[in-house]
């Protein structure tokens, strides 16, 4: 059974940072690409960043490139979303997701300014 679990999310002032983590289970984590999403209130949910199975190719949406950074530990069954420079319009839950369609349950990222 495929499982993902983010966690990092919170409040924090604009300008500043937190990072995003995703622990999956129940599937071959090494041979799967990897996503961020996120959605925000009254929006629908939107394409934040994607990472290849090895790491080696990354692309994120183009509100976010430039402050955030995806990247995994395929060691670890770890993906990750580092977000620096937050906006107040980055305020949204985030979600992981693997290729295969599965989704985490999200976790609410709030950035007040």
């Known amino acids: 059974q495929v499982r993902l679990v983010e966690s990092g999310g919170g409040l924090v002032q604009a300008g500043g940072s937190l990072r995003l983590s995703c622990a999956a289970s129940g599937l071959t984590f090494s041979s799967s690409d990897m996503y961020w999403f996120r959605q925000a209130p009254g929006k629908e949910r939107e394409f934040v960043a994607g990472?290849?199975?090895?790491?080696?190719?990354?692309y994120y949406a183009d509100s976010v490139k430039g402050r955030f950074t995806i990247s995994r530990d395929n060691a670890k069954n770890l993906v990750y979303l580092q977000m620096n420079t937050l906006k107040p319009e980055d305020t949204a839950v985030y979600y992981c997701?693997?290729?295969?369609?599965?989704w985490g349950q999200g976790t609410q990222v709030t950035v007040s300014s």
């Open positions: 990472i290849s199975w090895s790491g080696e190719n990354a």
């Open positions: 997701r693997v290729e295969s369609g599965f």
